[in-house]
């Protein structure tokens, strides 16, 4: 049975009516309408078939849900040096927001030093969900034991009109205020962002559960 066989076999018409509007950017005839746990269960399947390198290497796919099994599959390789190599090749051909932010690869939390550098050249990379990508990795890497305030000028600094793009940099500052508050408010307080993501940013952080209540009424007073 081939892959787009299993898709059709468990897709679901009136789920594909609901992502369509969630992704509007891309054509309603690419999505098929299977839903995630269906998409992972293949994805773990696919990953243990010899199948695996030649479904990685079939560049670009057809369907929306193809490359959201990509990444998944991509996320499941061990290997550092494999995985940020089947990142790099697969990032050109992403062209929405949910293929950019469903997978985390696991290689990854283990080698920071090693992702630095990819982080830093996705961020400036003029491919839209390539800079998603690493904002996002940034994000959820580099927010704990090994951050530095230069992470989130990384992030001020990136620049463009986009809306997912800009959706992704306040969401990266609203998680920085959760949990890096006194090194990100003075991004606020200076307002160092562009205006619409700075009251964006705020929003998100105010509606967030891990932001004191003390810091959210001081947050609307710089919105």
């Known amino acids: ?43 773990r399947e696919l990953f243990e078939s010899p ?8 560049l670009p796919h057809r369907y929306y849900e193809e490359n959201l099994i990509h990444f998944f599959v991509i996320s499941m390789i061990k290997d550092f040096d494999e995985c940020v190599e089947a990142v790099e090749a697969f990032l050109p051909y992403v062209d929405c927001w949910p ?49 530095k305030d230069e992470y989130p000028e990384l992030v001020a600094n990136k620049k463009g009109d986009d809306y997912y793009l800009k959706m992704m940099i306040a969401w990266y500052f609203a998680t920085a205020l959760a949990k890096k508050y006194n090194e990100t408010i003075p991004f606020f307080e200076q307002r160092r962002l ?8 705020i929003q998100k952080a105010v509606e967030s559960y891990r932001v004191s209540d003390e810091h959210k009424e001081y947050l609307k007073s710089l919105r």
């Open 194 to 201: 562009d205006e619409w993501v700075h009251r964006k940013a």
């Open 51 to 58: 199948e695996r390198n030649a479904f990685l290497n079939d």
């Open 99 to 147: 293929v950019s932010d469903q997978a985390t690869p696991k290689a990854f939390a283990k080698n920071h030093q090693k992702l630095l550098p990819y982080i830093r050249k996705w961020i400036a990379s003029d491919h839209v969900y390539t800079a998603r990508f690493g904002i996002r990795m940034l994000m959820n890497e580099f927010l704990g034991d090994d951050f």
């Open 1 to 43: 049975m081939t892959l787009y066989d299993r898709l059709i076999g468990v897709k679901d018409d009136a789920y594909r009516e609901f992502q369509a509007k969630l992704v509007p950017n891309i054509s309603p005839e690419t999505i098929l309408g299977v839903r995630t746990p269906d998409m992972r269960k293949i994805a």
